[in-house]
């Protein structure tokens, strides 16, 4: 059920029935309806969250429920007894939209991987709402799903067949909308909403307003030196550099001289260096990176090897390591007391 209800309504599950029970829930931003086969007359209600509790708590295969307008109460009746809950009109209830205008299908799984992915670096930050979003961008038969918060960036793409689209959407009700996806699902886009179509489950969101960044500008296109090893090697790596990085700066330093070596510490915790088993091309070079931001990447991508690719101190690094896309990292100066 989503988060945000700011209308008394909003807290009710919307139900209606005829020869399917349809379930809508919605807080104006983005909202779900999922249906079910089922038997009855056709009426609609406002129920009380309570309602999934109680059918949760029930075993029975079969439950009836019988609205009662003159009380304003919902009975679910089941083989072991019944539960009386209360209910309201659905008068009031939002209009749920009907989205028109461009479409395509993409399967469940890939929108999955996509949007985890591709809204990796997404951030709350209600000062700046792009940060919390995902761009979502089909251009020439290519779909790609961003997401930045100017310190790093996350890209995912992948083929699809659908004409030119261009929308932001919250990263968080992204995310949420394709964990209840399974099977190939329609993506309908209109000027304001998105329309999310699966089987009998139908969600919809609103667009969030404005221009994206500009990201394609800070993907760095040539290298200074690249490195490939180990993922989780690296990633372990990290972690250990993070227990003695300061908490000020969070600060590890990536040295490229005949090898890979990471370092970290500090004043108060200690100090670490290690060698990367790796392969190494280019010129020597020593970045400053936020251990979270590294992290992230490696944590993110799904190959045994990533390849680095340094563009120099203080330029945008490319972190790959799937076929699905790659993160981008803004290095820092050098810490102080480092």
Request: aromatic share 6%; charged share 25%; hydrophobic share 40%.
């Amino acid at each position: 059920m989503p988060n945000r209800s700011t209308l008394p309504t909003l807290k009710q599950f919307l139900i209606k029935s005829g020869d399917r029970l349809e379930v809508t829930t919605s807080d104006l931003d983005w909202g779900v309806t999922v249906s079910i086969p089922c038997e009855g007359e056709s009426t609609s209600f406002l129920a009380t969250p309570l309602l999934l509790d109680v059918i949760k708590s029930l075993t029975d295969d079969v439950v009836e429920l019988i609205p009662d307008t003159d009380s304003w109460s919902l009975t679910v009746k089941s083989s072991r007894g019944q539960t009386v809950l209360n209910m309201m009109a659905a008068d009031d209830y939002p209009k749920i939209p009907e989205v028109t205008g461009k479409s395509f299908v993409i399967d469940s799984k890939l929108l999955a991987d996509l949007v985890d992915l591709g809204g990796s670096c997404a951030v709350k930050n209600p000062a700046r709402p792009l940060w919390g979003a995902i761009y979502l961008h089909v251009q020439n038969g290519v779909l790609e799903m961003v997401s930045t918060d100017q310190f790093s960036l996350s890209l995912a793409t992948s083929p699809i067949e659908s004409e030119d689209v261009e929308i932001i959407l919250s990263a968080d009700t992204l995310k949420e909308i394709s964990r209840l996806m399974s099977g190939d699902v329609k993506i309908t886009v209109s000027e304001n909403m998105a329309a999310f179509e699966c089987g009998s489950t139908r969600c919809y969101s609103r667009l969030i307003d404005g221009k994206y960044y500009a990201y394609q500008t800070v993907i760095p296109k040539t290298f200074v030196s690249t490195i490939t090893c180990d993922r989780k090697e690296l990633f372990q790596t990290v972690s250990r550099a993070s227990i003695v990085a300061s908490d000020e700066d969070r600060a590890v330093r990536l040295i490229v001289n005949n090898g890979f070596t990471v370092k970290a510490g500090s004043g108060d915790k200690g100090r670490m260096e290690e060698a990367i088993d790796s392969q190494v091309e280019g010129d020597p070079v020593e970045v400053w990176l936020q251990h979270v931001y590294l992290s992230k990447a490696l944590k993110g991508l799904t190959a045994d090897k990533v390849e680095i690719g340094i563009s120099g101190s203080l330029a945008p690094m490319k972190v790959s390591g799937s076929d699905r896309g790659f993160f981008v990292i803004m290095p820092m100066s050098t810490p102080k007391g480092n």
